[in-house]
């Protein structure tokens, strides 16, 4: 790891070779071990949030489903041979709460700089890389439209990819992100944001796909979409699931706080509070 790298975020920065560093750690932890009452703690906890995952990824049956809730269908549906990828917005910050691992190589997501298109361009690596393996890729709408032609590029090679894209209908991260630090939404879901007259087209991404070669299908709700992905896990070739999804809620759940800066000073009172809970924030900020 660079030196730039390990030192952000308030974190105790360890510098050196991965391989090496990791190989250090284990030798200087060889002897250690959990005490039983942190044990029975860990343990404890990780059955609390067993239950949570299981009630924030169920189905309620709602016609626009959660970000959470699409997750919940594709994970089960993956089975142990499935690989989930993805990349940008708020799936990401989904998965790594909600995502059960089956094994390893079961989970490949790109942080970093949340690079909007990485997804199937990325999902195609993880095929060719692991042909053994059934990938699903997790996309927002946005992301699709941002950069999709791998999808040609899959079937062309006969790495069939499993594609879910969930249409917020925009910029679905953002416009919390931005309503979440005081501001009114803005030019961020199609239905605020700057258009001719009758507002953003619809895009058909099941349409789209399979002009690309693609089998596809348009859903309604995770009965369909768990549905689809059983067709989908029967197909040959690569196969795009497209379904609509609320732009709203996300997990609450998990008590992680994402530092995002507020401005000081505003006209407008959401900001002031805004602020205000950001400030409280930080005075319980450990590191």
């Not at 974190?11 to 990791?22: E, K, N, R, S």
């Not at 995502?99 to 700089?113: D, I, L, T």
């Not at 040609?152 to 910029?171: E, H, I, W």
């Not at 197909?235 to 706080?257: F, H, K, M, Q, R």
Request: hydrophobic share 40%; glycine share 12%; charged share 25%.
């Amino acid at each position: 790891m660079g030196r730039f790298d390990s030192q952000k975020h308030h974190a105790l920065p360890l510098t050196g070779d991965a391989f090496d560093g990791l190989e250090a750690l284990d030798t200087g932890l060889a002897d250690w071990r959990l005490s039983d009452a942190w044990q029975e703690r860990a343990d404890n906890l990780k059955r609390e949030w067993a239950e949570v995952v299981a009630r924030v990824t169920a189905d309620e049956g709602a016609e626009l489903p959660t970000d959470a809730q699409v997750i919940g269908a594709v994970n089960r549906q993956a089975g142990e041979d499935g690989t989930v990828v993805c990349a940008a917005g708020g799936l990401p910050g989904e998965l790594h709460k909600l995502w059960r691992c089956a094994g390893p190589g079961s989970y490949h997501v790109e942080y970093g700089y949340s690079c909007m298109g990485y997804e199937i361009a990325g999902g195609l690596g993880v095929k060719m890389a692991r042909p053994d393996r059934e990938v699903f890729v997790m996309v927002g709408d946005g992301s699709y439209l941002m950069h999709n032609s791998e999808l040609a590029t899959s079937v062309m090679l006969g790495q069939k990819l499993v594609v879910v894209v969930l249409d917020n209908r925009g910029f679905g991260c953002i416009n919390r992100l931005q309503r979440g630090t005081g501001g009114a939404g803005f030019n961020n879901l199609l239905d605020d944001c700057l258009t001719i007259e009758g507002g953003a087209p619809k895009t058909d991404f099941a349409a789209h796909a399979r002009a690309l070669g693609c089998e596809a299908e348009s859903v309604r709700g995770i009965q369909a979409l768990e549905d689809a992905l059983v067709r989908a896990r029967q197909a040959d070739t690569t196969y795009v699931i497209a379904l609509d999804t609320d732009p709203l809620p996300s997990t609450s759940e998990g008590g992680a706080w994402w530092e995002v800066a507020v401005p000081e000073v505003s006209a407008r009172e959401p900001v002031n509070e805004a602020y205000a809970s950001y400030r409280e924030a930080k005075r319980r900020q450990h590191h």
